[in-house]
Antibody, heavy 117, light 109 residues
């Protein structure tokens, strides 16, 4: 049974950075794409980017280029998403999800990031 | 970037009836399309991938169709647990630059 467990709620100041983790268990970690999707309050889903841990290089959505960094640690089966230069519009629930051919069967429980002065 | 447009934004249907949700891509995505259901406070749940293949454990009341730029999710004989938000997602790009539609809220009429 695949499980994705994310780190807890974060409250950040505008201009700062946040790093959210997602630990996978129950299956082979390295060969599956891992992505991050966010959802602002009352809004839809927004794909941020993804990484295949065994390759180590990440791809990012245009909206986040230069502000987001996705990394993976194969030794701990954990993927990370760091978002910098935070602004109020980045307040959202951030989900990690495990890809399979481009679609996502397994999702983390979500991490609420609140950006407020 | 491929833009996904869902319609309608809100769909009101009576229990027991059929609901038809639409998703349009700004350019062809072949059949590289998935549908998700999301309920308040929960992560999305995969319903359909490959435009028409039901995910494991998904009821046969859910069916997907379409290819290219036009896609449809049909839910037959609506049950109370089906009233939720629905999103389409394209995964046609390589390197990946996936995008979601803005969602359709399916509500009880």
């Amino acid at each position: 049974q695949v499980q994705l467990v994310q780190s807890g709620t974060e409250v950040k100041k505008p201009g700062s950075s946040v790093k959210v983790s997602c630990k996978a268990s129950g299956d082979t970690f390295s060969s599956y794409p891992m992505s991050w999707v966010r959802q602002a309050p009352g809004q839809g889903l927004e794909w941020m980017g993804g990484i295949i841990p065994i390759f180590g290089t990440a791809d990012y959505a245009q909206n986040f280029q230069g502000r987001v960094t996705i990394t993976a640690d194969e030794s701990t089966s954990t993927v990370y998403m760091e978002l910098s230069s935070l602004r109020s519009e980045d307040t959202a629930v951030y989900y990690c999800a495990r890809g399979s051919g481009g679609w996502y069967v397994y999702w983390g429980q979500g991490t609420l990031v609140t950006v407020s002065s | 970037e491929i833009v996904m447009t869902q319609s309608p934004a809100t769909l009101s249907v009576s229990p027991g009836k059929r609901a038809t949700l639409s998703c349009r891509a700004s350019q062809s995505v072949s059949t590289n399309l998935a549908w998700y259901q999301q309920k308040p406070g929960q992560a999305p749940r995969l319903l359909i991938y490959g435009a028409s293949t039901r995910a494991t454990g998904i009821s046969a009341r859910f069916s997907g169709s379409g290819s290219g730029t036009e896609f449809t999710l049909t839910i037959s004989s609506l049950q109370s647990e089906d009233f939720a938000l629905y999103y389409c997602q394209q995964y046609d790009n390589w390197p990946p630059m996936y995008t979601f539609g803005q969602g359709t809220k399916l509500e009880i009429k």
